[in-house]
């Protein structure tokens, strides 16, 4: 499985950005996908996550602020990130997991300045 990761920027805090991520190669029907962060010097945590059958969990931290979604035909999911906030600042990386294995992409850096 293969993720190409887009959508990072530069943004001011209350700005909002829109990730995407898009899976190809041996997709399994049941799967999940979603975004883990990592700012610099802290651990890589969960940003929010999204079942094939479209159960999400997110993040308390971005609870309200960030919305999940995918496209199951497109095998692509989506983070919208509204409200954002300087501590939001991190590179956030997609990932996949089915039955078999877990699989991420390359990292895409997002900057909130104050």
């Known amino acids: 499985v293969q993720l190409q990761a887009s959508g990072g920027g530069l943004v001011q805090a209350g700005g909002s950005l829109r990730l995407s991520c898009a899976a190809s190669g041996s997709i399994f029907s049941i799967n999940a996908m979603g975004w883990y962060r990592q700012a610099p010097g802290k651990e890589r945590e969960l940003v929010a996550a999204?079942?094939?059958?479209?159960?999400?969990n997110y993040a308390d931290s971005v609870k309200g602020r960030f919305t999940i979604s995918r496209d199951n035909a497109k095998n692509t999911v989506y983070l919208q990130m509204n409200s954002l906030k300087p501590e939001d600042t991190a590179v956030y990386y997609c990932y996949y997991s089915d039955y078999a294995d877990d699989y991420w992409g390359q990292g895409t850096l997002v900057t909130v300045s104050s």
């Open positions: 999204i079942t094939s059958g479209g159960s999400t």
